[in-house]
Nanobody, 126 residues
């Protein structure tokens, strides 16, 4: 049984930083491409960042490019999202997700995710 548990959310002022972590338990972590999504009330869950199985490829939404960094440590079964220069519009519940995928491709589609965490709330005050 795969479980994903996010942590690191909280309240931060605009311009500040937070580091989210997603701890994975279950089958071989390195078999999964990992993503961070976010969602605000009334809006669809949107992709923020993605990383492939070995960490060699990453993807960022235009809205966070240059400010957020996704990384993973396959020895610790953990994926991270470093968020810098936070803006009020980054306020959302952040979810990590896992897609069991062959090869080194990224996985960027919500419908492809096999497992989801329960989310962690990030609030950025102006």
């Amino acid at each position: 049984q795969v479980q994903l548990v996010e942590s690191g959310g909280g309240l931060v002022q605009a311009g500040g930083s937070l580091r989210l972590s997603c701890a994975y338990s279950g089958r071989t972590f390195s078999n999964y491409a990992m993503d961070w999504f976010r969602q605000t009330p009334g809006k669809a869950r949107e992709l923020v960042a993605a990383i492939n199985r070995n960490g060699g490829r990453t993807y960022y939404a235009d809205s966070v490019k240059g400010r957020f960094t996704i990384s993973r440590d396959n020895t610790k079964n953990t994926v991270y999202l470093q968020m810098n220069s936070l803006k009020p519009e980054d306020t959302a519940v952040y979810y990590c997700a896992a897609d069991q995928i062959a090869g080194t491709a990224l996985s960027k589609f919500r419908s492809h995710m096999d497992y989801w965490g329960k989310g962690t709330l990030v609030t950025v005050s102006s």
